[in-house]
């Protein structure tokens, strides 16, 4: 029984700071890649950094790089995502889920979903 539960989010001004947390249980956390997604009104769910729980290698959709940085601490079996810089195009629901790759392009996550945690950027 995989669950997930997201927070950190909150509504914030362009060039503020936020920190998610992804708090998992349920499956093996050091065999999977931790994947940040998020979904914004209207829009499909999109990758936005996923983290290797073996070696902790990372990668960065291309809208986050250089301002995203996502992390892990796994004896808490838990997932961060640092955002700073940010700006009102992140607005958006975002979710972590456990991926078999860290593969931003090729990962196709069906869920078990969390509630995910609301981002708003102001302007």
């Known amino acids: 029984d995989v669950q997930l539960v997201e927070s950190g989010g909150g509504l914030v001004q362009a060039g503020g700071s936020l920190r998610l947390s992804c708090v998992a249980s349920?499956?093996?956390?050091?065999?999977?890649?931790i994947t940040w997604f998020r979904q914004a009104p209207g829009k499909e769910r999109e990758g936005v950094s996923c983290?290797?729980?073996?070696?902790?290698?990372?990668i960065y959709a291309d809208s986050g790089k250089g301002r995203f940085t996502v992390s892990r601490d796994s004896a808490k079996n838990t997932a961060y995502l640092q955002m700073n810089s940010l700006k009102p195009e992140d607005t958006a629901v975002y979710y972590c889920?456990?991926?078999?790759?860290?593969?931003?392009?090729?990962?196709?996550?069906?869920?078990?979903w969390g509630q995910g945690t609301q981002v708003t950027v102001s302007s």
């Open positions: 983290i290797n729980n073996r070696d902790g290698r990372t």
């Open positions: 349920g499956f093996p956390f050091d065999d999977d890649a």
């Open positions: 889920a456990p991926t078999i790759l860290c593969d931003l392009i090729a990962v196709k996550y069906i869920g078990p």
